[in-house]
T-cell receptor, first 112, second 112 residues
Framework: KQEVTQIPAALSVPEGENLVLNCSFTDSAIYNLQWFRQDPGKGLTSLLL?????REQTSGRLNASLDKSSGRSTLYIAASQPGDSATYLC???????????FGAGTRLTVKP | EAQVTQNPRYLITVTGKKLTVTCSQN?????MSWYRQDPGLGLRQIYYSMNVEVTDKGDVPEGYKVSRKEKRNFPLILESPSPNQTSLYFCATGRKMNTEAFFGQGTRLTVV
């Protein structure tokens, strides 16, 4: 079964810093790689989806990259803001397999 | 507006009293699923449905039932809730399995 790991578990940075969140997965036969944001007690919001044939996706200050061969994805957040404070989760579902497994998430705090 | 709507958002109930958490989506998605989220355990899938009248067990189905009589609705039924089912529950949908996932706002259930 797919195992997804996110490091670090928590991260605190001052406002304005650029930062990188990491996601690793054990099975590289993925259908896609999805990044989500979760605010406390709320549902998950889809941020970026990278198809298995793609290397990266960008949305505003967010850039996600995918390296299937090494089983890794990174989420880069540029010029962080206090409003970016949330937990970020990744999921790496496999082809033809109901296996949308999530990492435990990285809890990000951006201090003003 | 594309929505996944869960009801209720908060529920406190007593052991053994049957309850239903509803999930409705307006995106004509074929795939729907239920997750529970617990501290230290992350998101775990309870049940999923590939389409109308097609449901299957996820990782933690014990104590739960589901039905998919219509495409838009996927209720989660707890026939005899127990305290270990106290959790934050999420409904998620996708155009198909493993495509971009859309989550409801969550239902916080407490069983006393």
């Amino acid at each position: 079964k797919q195992e997804v790991t996110q490091i670090p578990a928590a991260l605190s940075v001052p406002e304005g810093e650029n930062l990188v969140l990491n996601c690793s997965f054990t099975d590289s036969a993925i259908y896609n790689l999805q990044w989500f944001r979760q605010d406390p007690g709320k549902g998950l919001t889809s941020l970026l989806l990278i198809q298995s044939s793609q290397r990266e996706q960008t949305s505003g200050r967010l850039n996600a990259s995918l390296d299937k061969s090494s089983g890794r994805s990174t989420l880069y957040i540029a010029a962080s803001q206090p409003g970016d404070s949330a937990t970020y989760l990744c999921a790496a579902p496999l082809y033809n397999n109901n296996d949308m497994r999530f990492g435990a998430g990285t809890r990000l705090t951006v201090k003003p | 507006e594309a929505q996944v709507t869960q009801n209720p958002r908060y529920l406190i109930t007593v052991t053994g009293k049957k309850l239903t958490v509803t999930c409705s989506q307006n995106m004509n998605h074929e795939y729907m699923s239920w997750y529970r989220q617990d501290p230290g355990l992350g998101l775990r899938q309870i049940y999923y449905s590939m389409n109308v009248e097609v449901t299957d067990k996820g990782d933690v189905p014990e104590g739960y039932k589901v039905s998919r009589k219509e495409k838009r609705n996927f209720p989660l039924i707890l026939e005899s809730p127990s305290p270990n089912q106290t959790s934050l529950y999420f409904c998620a949908t996708g155009r198909k399995m493993n495509t971009e996932a859309f989550f409801g706002q969550g239902t916080r259930l407490t069983v006393v």
